[in-house]
């Protein structure tokens, strides 16, 4: 059963270590963006200040100069009299004031100073920045008018309106700055609150690094991340659906390996047995069988009745029959020419006995290259494979001619056998009344990691092909 895993939080501002270094969290990086966007809007709204305040403080300078122009000019078109009056001039001058933007000088005609604008009361004792003043400052204007018999100077003083200009952009600047400090803790909540799915995701990655393939991430709060994280999710379950397959298929191939080894064995010990009675037949029994036939032939030549030798003649046919049945079974249990004289010979011996044995069919053998030592286990089993396709063949076929066929390479021994039968059903896989000698030569065939195919032919008849390796699979 698979549980959900939950998911640790993770750390606020968790940064992955990769190769060449610590890198910088995405959240970390989106709040350092925001907050240089936020820089570059205040700055921007700063520098459009200051030509804000630039374009002003000219504009206020250009019309502070036209008004005194225009004024000392309609003075004296219109008072001509008092224009040529010093103490007149300077009474009017006391009179006026001070003009914003504007400083007035007046000298009689030998240079004394007779009037100075006074100073500001507006924002006394304080000033803009030089730096500030040199930057929004409008170029400095000098005008001078002969009047009243001395000097009337005009010169453009901008302090004011450049401080007011100060005061506004610090102001401009203090309202950012703050704007800044109120929303860069929410940017902070949103920011992390958006990449929060990502930190999830990254936290899911690295448990399935750690070979935790049961992680499941929960359900995301956006579009995007929902479709990464069901990706992912699909992803884990698959990675741990095929461990399972590999530790299943690891499981299987140890039995596999486990239940050839025993099969290997079983059929060792079966093969040693039928040596074993193989042995006793050809060495015990059959002289066994011979002294009997020798003894019943001497009593029918010493037998003084008729009925006594027809016993004893009774006793020889079956001792003869005995030891026929006998030399037909040996090879059955285990060939002794196998042992003696190899796979090629022991073939050839027993394709001879078939011709013996079935004068009517046809039997060719083809021997290739073999190995010069093969394995025993796989000499025997192709042994008992070819014996019995051809046993099966001649009970079950009716075939006039079948043919056998063997050769080798480096890693294997290849079998067949063709017959021109009636051939094999189309279900027999199926069946289950299969005899138990293919399920035999399947299974010898499997025992040693080799296999084993049995198929009707081009035109009739049954083709069983096998492939033994030299060496059993262990």
Avoid at 5 to 15: E, F, G, I, K, Q
Avoid at 451 to 471: D, W, Y
Wanted: hydrophobic share 45%.
């Amino acid at each position: 059963m698979r549980s959900h895993v939950r998911l640790p939080s993770p750390a606020t501002n968790a940064t992955p270590v990769a190769s060449g270094g610590t890198r910088m969290s995405l959240r970390l990086r989106i709040n350092l963006m925001i907050a240089a966007l936020m820089f570059a809007f205040i700055a921007s709204m700063l520098v459009a200040q200051v030509i804000s305040t630039r374009r002003g403080v000219q504009e206020e300078v250009a019309a502070s100069n036209t008004v005194a122009n225009r004024l000392f000019s309609a003075f004296i078109a219109t008072v001509p009299g008092r224009s040529s009056d010093p103490q007149a001039m300077r009474a009017f001058l006391q009179q006026l004031g001070r003009l914003r933007s504007t400083e007035l000088s007046f000298h009689d005609a030998r240079g004394e100073l007779l009037y100075r604008s006074p100073s500001s009361t507006y924002k006394a004792g304080r000033d803009a920045p030089a730096w500030f003043a040199h930057l929004v400052g409008p170029q400095q204007m000098h005008q001078q008018f002969a009047i009243a018999g001395g000097q009337l100077m005009i010169e453009s003083n901008a302090s004011r309106a450049i401080l007011d200009g100060w005061d506004d952009t610090l102001r401009l600047l203090l309202i950012g700055l703050l704007t800044l400090a109120l929303v860069q803790p929410s940017v902070l909540w949103l920011v992390g609150r958006a990449t929060r799915p990502l930190r999830q995701i990254l936290v899911g990655l690295q448990s399935m690094e750690r070979g935790a393939y049961h992680t499941r991430l929960p359900t995301l709060n956006s579009a995007e991340a929902e479709a990464i994280g069901q990706a992912f999710n699909r992803m884990a379950h698959s990675i741990e659906d095929n461990l399972y397959a590999r530790r299943d298929a690891a499981e299987a191939q140890r039995h596999l390996r486990q239940s050839r080894e025993i099969a290997r064995q079983v059929e060792q010990r079966m093969e040693d047995e039928r040596r074993q009675i193989a042995r006793e037949l050809h060495d015990q029994t059959s002289q066994s069988v011979t002294a009997i036939r020798a003894l019943a032939m001497s009593l029918v030549h010493r037998a003084g009745d008729e009925q006594g030798a027809q016993i004893a003649r009774a006793i020889s046919d079956a001792a003869s029959q005995l030891h026929a049945e006998v030399h037909e079974l040996i090879p059955r249990l285990r060939p002794l020419a196998l042992d003696n004289l190899g796979l090629s010979d022991a073939l050839q011996n027993q394709v001879d006995d078939w011709r013996a044995q079935h004068p009517r069919i046809k039997f060719s053998l083809q021997i290739g290259d073999l190995p010069t030592v093969p394995n025993p286990a796989t000499t025997l089993a192709a042994f008992r494979v070819l014996q019995e396709a051809c046993s099966n063949a001649l009970r079950h076929a009716q075939a006039s001619h079948i043919a056998l066929s063997l050769h080798g390479d480096a890693a294997q021994l290849h079998l067949q056998v063709l017959d021109d039968g009636v051939g094999i059903a189309e279900d027999w896989q199926q069946r289950r009344d299969r005899g138990f000698g293919i399920r035999g030569m399947i299974e010898r065939a499997q025992s040693l990691g080799g296999e084993l195919q049995i198929e009707a032919g081009t035109a009739f008849g049954t083709v069983l092909r096998a492939r033994l390796p030299l060496e059993p699979v262990k």
